[in-house]
């Protein structure tokens, strides 16, 4: 049964930083990808960042990119998310999910991704 499992979520204030952890279970094939996305209250939910277990196809929507890193353990099942210089408009539920793809697509769409994990809340005050 596949799994995926957040972590790390929590309230901080304006500029610090939180590491979110995903950590997977049940997947049978080593190369897939996978990525976090977050949902705003009465937002639709959006793409953060995703990369393959492979560890390539690194990809960051938009501001994210030079405030966050994502990465994964050596053996590909745990995904991280270092989040630093947090703002208010990065509050939300954040989420890991994955495609079961050995490549990951264009961009980073929600409807792109078939397991997803349960989400971790992560508030940010200014």
């Known amino acids: 049964q596949v799994q995926l499992v957040e972590s790390g979520g929590g309230s901080v204030q304006a500029g610090g930083s939180l590491r979110l952890s995903c950590a997977a279970s049940?997947?049978?094939?080593?190369?897939?990808?996978w990525g976090w996305f977050r949902q705003a209250p009465e937002m639709p939910r959006e793409g953060v960042a995703r990369m393959r277990t492979t560890g390539d196809s690194i990809y960051y929507v938009g501001s994210n990119k030079g405030r966050f890193t994502i990465s994964q353990d050596n053996g590909g099942n745990t995904l991280y998310l270092q989040m630093d210089s947090l703002k208010s408009e990065d509050t939300g539920i954040y989420y890991c999910a994955a495609n079961r793809s050995p490549y990951c697509s264009w961009g980073l769409i929600p409807s792109d991704y078939i397991d997803w994990g349960q989400g971790t809340q992560v508030t940010v005050s200014s």
């Open positions: 049940g997947y049978t094939s080593r190369a897939y990808c």
